[in-house]
């Protein structure tokens, strides 16, 4: 078996360590035997994203947001026809944000999203920053579980129809709300860096998972070791006063 991800701006959209996610991804992967192809993309490359299993778009400030912005939307249709042929979807912060209808930053600048779901983010409120370590029950493709990251976003996002998770301890899409991110069968949308996969393997197998059955269909994984990596998370958990 063989997962192709396509990560975009990865020069770019890199806050907060966003590449441990592709670490991640691929030794999980090649733990278990399956090949894992990664292509990086940056400004004005060329890329058809209905060649690959997985696009993945991590965090970035507004400065960076603006740049990649214009050479993002000039990749819409190339986005939904990948959409359309069962490409899975990783989307941090930054990346998250883009797939909504706009971001309005603090100074009233508005950056135009991808449009591609209903949501929007607002940043106009300097006093009302999400930051800090977070903790979230998810539940994805059946498996319900405890996440934990760390956010990082002037960003209000709203209108979001159907969340990645609920909210234990911090802020999650607005400032002390209730969910965090969006998800669907296809795509998970999320403010949580740290990065996010290395104390979540459960959502890195589910990554993993939708990738694979575009070619293979529904796939079990093999389960791996994850002793460390649930140490770390509980650790959190325990920091946070989540049980």
């Given at each position: 078996?063989?997962?192709?991800?396509?990560?975009m701006?990865?020069?770019?959209?890199?806050?907060?360590?966003?590449?441990?996610?592709?670490?991640?991804?691929?030794?999980?992967?090649e733990?278990?035997?399956i090949?894992?192809?990664?292509?990086?993309?940056?400004?004005?490359?060329?890329?058809?994203?209905?060649?690959?299993?997985?696009?993945?778009?991590?965090?970035?400030?507004?400065?960076?947001?603006?740049?990649?912005?214009?050479?993002l939307?000039?990749?819409?249709?190339?986005?939904?026809?990948?959409?359309a042929?069962?490409?899975?979807?990783?989307?941090?912060c930054?990346?998250?944000?883009?797939?909504?209808?706009?971001?309005?930053?603090q100074?009233?600048?508005?950056?135009?999203?991808?449009?591609?779901?209903?949501?929007?983010?607002?940043?106009?409120?300097?006093?009302?920053?999400?930051?800090?370590?977070i903790?979230?029950?998810?539940?994805?493709?059946?498996?319900?579980?405890?996440?934990?990251?760390?956010?990082?976003?002037?960003?209000?996002t709203?209108?979001?129809?159907?969340?990645f998770?609920?909210?234990?301890?911090?802020?999650?899409?607005?400032y002390?709300?209730?969910?965090?991110?969006?998800?669907?069968?296809?795509?998970?949308?999320?403010?949580?860096?740290?990065?996010?996969?290395?104390?979540?393997?459960?959502?890195?197998?589910i990554?993993?998972?939708?990738?694979?059955?575009?070619?293979?269909?529904?796939?079990?994984?093999?389960?791996?070791?994850?002793?460390?990596?649930?140490?770390a998370?509980?650790?959190m958990?325990?920091?946070?006063?989540?049980?």
């Amino acid at each position: 078996m063989k997962i192709r991800i396509l990560w975009m701006y990865h020069d770019l959209m890199d806050l907060y360590g966003d590449k441990g996610n592709i670490q991640v991804l691929k030794t999980r992967c090649e733990k278990r035997g399956i090949e894992c192809e990664i292509k990086t993309v940056s400004l004005g490359e060329r890329a058809d994203c209905q060649e690959y299993d997985l696009f993945f778009l991590g965090g970035g400030a507004d400065l960076e947001q603006t740049i990649i912005y214009e050479d993002l939307l000039k990749r819409k249709d190339s986005i939904l026809e990948a959409k359309a042929s069962g490409t899975a979807f990783l989307l941090i912060c930054g990346g998250y944000q883009l797939f909504g209808q706009y971001y309005l930053d603090q100074d009233g600048k508005k950056i135009d999203g991808l449009g591609i779901y209903d949501y929007f983010t607002e940043s106009t409120d300097r006093d009302h920053r999400c930051i800090g370590n977070i903790a979230v029950e998810a539940e994805l493709d059946g498996r319900r579980f405890k996440a934990v990251g760390f956010e990082n976003h002037g960003g209000q996002t709203k209108n979001v129809g159907s969340p990645f998770a609920k909210v234990l301890k911090g802020h999650g899409n607005t400032y002390k709300g209730m969910y965090e991110g969006y998800a669907d069968a296809q795509v998970i949308g999320t403010y949580m860096h740290g990065p996010l996969l290395p104390k979540n393997p459960m959502i890195a197998d589910i990554v993993i998972t939708r990738a694979l059955k575009r070619h293979y269909g529904e796939v079990t994984l093999e389960a791996l070791d994850d002793t460390l990596e649930n140490r770390a998370r509980e650790v959190m958990l325990k920091r946070l006063g989540v049980q």
